[in-house]
């Protein structure tokens, strides 16, 4: 399986600014995706980031809230702009990591919690 | 719209005892099934998953998955837990390619919190 790394692990922000969260990945993936777990909530898809272009963003969503980077097949970056207290999730990077008979399985990595006071 | 109902926030068991995790779903074609596993400060885990054939599916840890397309369920046993299996456990659902078109996303369940204690 692939081995993901997030940063930072943990932060506590102030309202108003901005925090961006990198995924590294050891290995080459072809689809990245970024999923954020509000308290006692389920994941939620936020956006797939593609490679070279915009990433696509799931309802609920948008590119000024949550700016996405994804440079090379190994590296994306999550920016939550502007934060509210309503920010303060676990925000979690994962990538496809192999598809058995057509169902696709994902690799997690160990997720940022961001605390917004 | 597929959707997946963990009925159980929290389960709290003594080491050695038999535990079951619910899972329900919604969806109007057939769906892949997945449980997840996060130990405490890592990223989720694939525990097991169902895509098709024998409906008792196992991991290599001892938790068993059974799917029950009647009740719309895919719910997690194990028979006897270890203090080690304390975790979050979260349930979740894909469309086989052949319904989405091609990759579609994972619906995941709110998560179950197993605290197995000595």
């Known amino acids: 399986s692939a081995v993901i790394s997030q940063k930072p692990s943990r932060d506590i922000c102030q309202r108003g600014t901005s925090l961006t969260i990198q995924c590294q990945v050891d290995?080459?993936?072809?689809?990245m995706f970024w999923y954020r777990q509000q308290p006692g909530q389920s994941l939620t898809l936020i956006a797939t980031?593609?490679?070279?272009?915009?990433?696509?963003?799931e309802s609920g969503f948008v590119i000024d809230k949550f700016p996405i980077s994804r440079p090379n097949l190994t590296f994306s970056t999550l920016t939550v702009s502007n934060m509210s207290p309503e920010d303060s999730s676990i925000y979690l990077c994962?990538?496809?990591?192999?598809?058995?008979?057509?169902?696709?399985?994902?690799?997690f990595g160990a997720g940022s919690r961001l605390t917004v006071l | 719209a597929q959707s997946v109902t963990q009925l159980d926030s929290q389960v709290p068991v003594f080491e050695e005892a038999p535990v079951e995790l619910r899972c329900n779903y919604s969806?109007?074609?057939?769906?892949?099934l997945f449980w997840y596993v996060q130990y405490p400060n890592q990223g989720l885990q694939l525990l097991l998953k169902?895509?098709?054939?024998?409906?008792l599916v196992e991991s290599i840890n001892g938790f068993e998955a059974e799917f029950n397309k009647s009740q719309t369920s895919f719910h997690l046993r194990k028979p006897s837990v270890h203090i080690s299996d304390t975790a979050e456990y979260f349930c979740?659902?894909?469309?086989?390619?052949?319904?989405?078109?091609?990759?579609?996303?994972?619906?995941f369940g709110a998560g179950t919190r197993l605290a197995v204690h000595p």
């Open positions: 290995s080459q993936v072809t689809m």
């Open positions: 969806s109007s074609v057939s769906v892949y």
């Open positions: 980031a593609n490679q070279g272009s915009e990433a696509t963003y």
């Open positions: 979740a659902v894909s469309l086989p390619s052949k319904f989405s078109g091609g990759y579609n996303k994972l619906i």
């Open positions: 994962s990538v496809l990591d192999r598809v058995i008979s057509g169902a696709n399985v994902l690799t």
């Open positions: 169902y895509l098709s054939g024998s409906t």
